[in-house]
């Protein structure tokens, strides 16, 4: 069995990795490159491969970063099975399809302001090309082994990402290769831990924050209550740029939990997202995935989904509707790294004013224009205009979605044997950093994954 990055192998998004095994070709994830706009005109790049040579495609979780290419793959010729987990399934048609109207929509805009002799622009792929990829999709549940090829089995594991989110287990030619995809923090809301992987002969691992700690959770929620408090009093309103898996329905469980501590009748509350309220529907279909407090949170407070002061806002209008509040609105909107969405709308409308509160809840990748309110810019530019940015600005490192060094460790380390072992999906400060840590502790070599870099399985 071999192993050949082409993807987040130096940086967080784009997740590509293709393992060659029984005399098959079986891609793991096919995620878009995300950041800056000239990182991502690199997903229009070729890949580095025959897609039309590949035999299957496995998803470890249906985030943009891990899906986000996948039915430019059939475009480019691809034409086998795609393999998820039953939630991912669900969720991977609501991302693509919004991925996809955003890519109409940006190439038709262009079209209108090109200039005579300038070529049209083409999206990457159309809502057409979903349809067509979904029809490809196999669900499969957690801890159930398939053969997806002759020789090749597959079988996904509790991650504690995002609903659905999941290990991935390779067996081939008596190796098994395990591929961390994304993996949660202990005790995140709503989500179970991620599972126990008792042996491997080779692990691909994330190391998203290998660099860092997380605040503890329970400070981190005690700080987000104090931020509502402080923009009560302030007489503002509070942002959230939050992904529409993951993170807004994580909040929207804090909200219920504290409702009484907090106060939270008082404020309104908007999920202004349409694929954000399709995402809720999803995760009500699958409560059978919930942790024991998730169970217990809807059984005793208001449902987080169905709060009495909460708003979804499909529409447009709607969406600007809310720019009229000029206090007392919580606006959880996308997209969660502020670099394209509703938020930017918002930011636009309520960035310039002091008593404003942005609370950044995930990763903000280089280039976006979440890192540099995160970094402390003055000003931002959004659609074109120079936007003054004097909101009061909250990073809440203890709700990502990512676990940090030391979970990163833990779950390595109880690994039997400490197999070998390479980094992913981080950028190289976090890789290095994470690498020493794991070297010294266990005695293993670890490898930093690089885009056209091979290991033998």
């Known amino acids: 069995m071999r192993v050949h990055f082409h993807g987040a192998a130096g940086e967080v998004t784009g997740s590509l990795h293709e393992v060659e095994a029984a005399g098959h070709r079986v891609l793991l994830d096919c995620g878009m490159i995300q950041g800056s706009p000239e990182a991502e005109r690199r997903n229009l790049d070729p890949f580095a491969f025959d897609a039309a040579a590949l035999d299957a495609l496995v998803i470890s979780h249906a985030h943009i970063d891990h899906i986000g290419r996948v039915p430019l793959l059939l475009k480019r010729g691809f034409r086998g099975a795609i393999h998820a987990q039953e939630a991912t399934a669900d969720l991977m048609r609501i991302m693509l399809l919004d991925s996809a109207s955003i890519a109409e929509s940006e190439a ?4 209108r302001k090109r200039q005579r002799g300038e070529p049209e622009l083409i999206p990457l792929y ?31 594991r509790e991650a504690g990402h995002i609903l659905g989110s999941s290990v991935v287990e390779v067996y081939a030619e008596n190796r098994k290769l395990v591929f961390s995809g994304d993996l949660g923090p202990k005790g995140t809301p709503i989500l179970r831990d991620p599972a126990p992987i008792d042996r491997a002969d080779l692990v691909l691992m994330e190391s998203t924050y290998g660099d860092r700690l997380h605040k503890d959770r329970a400070e981190t929620i005690l700080e987000l209550g104090r931020i509502l408090e402080s923009a009560w009093s302030d007489g503002g309103n509070v942002l959230i740029p939050a992904f529409a898996v993951g993170r807004s329905q994580e909040l929207l469980y804090w909200f219920a939990k504290y409702w009484d501590e907090w106060n939270v009748g008082r404020w309104k509350i908007f999920l202004d997202s ?14 059978d995935l919930f942790d024991e407090d998730a169970a217990r949170v809807w059984k005793q407070k208001p449902n987080p989904f169905h709060l009495p002061n909460l708003q979804l806002t499909e529409s447009a209008q709607d969406s600007m509707a809310i720019n009229e509040l000029e206090r007392g609105a919580i606006v959880i909107a996308g997209s969660g790294m502020a670099n394209a969405g509703r938020i930017l709308h918002h930011f ?5 004013k002091p008593q404003t509160h942005v609370v950044f ?19 931002v530019r959004i659609h074109g205009r120079d936007v003054r940015a004097l909101a009061q600005r909250h990073t809440i490192g203890g709700l990502s979605a990512h676990t940090d060094q030391h979970g990163l ?11 070998p072992l390479a980094l992913v999906h981080g950028e190289d400060k976090a890789r290095e950093a994470l690498a020493g ?18 290991l033998q399985v």
Request: charged share 30%.
């Open 361 to 379: 809840v995930g990763y903000q990748a280089e280039g976006t224009i979440g890192r540099r309110l995160v970094e402390g810019a003055k000003w």
């Open 348 to 352: 636009k409308h309520n960035l310039s």
């Open 409 to 419: 460790i833990e779950w390595y380390g109880q690994i039997a044997g400490h197999p």
């Open 126 to 156: 159309t809502r057409e090309d979903v349809e067509a990829t979904m029809q490809r999709v196999q669900p499969l549940a957690y801890d159930t082994r398939r053969e997806i090829l002759p020789g090749v089995e597959v079988a996904f």
């Open 108 to 111: 038709e805009r262009g079209n």
């Open 274 to 287: 349409p694929m954000a309220a399709k995402v809720v529907d999803v995760y009500d279909r699958h409560t």
């Open 437 to 454: 840590e794991i070297g010294e502790r266990f005695g293993v070599k670890v490898e930093l994954a690089r885009p056209g870099m091979t």
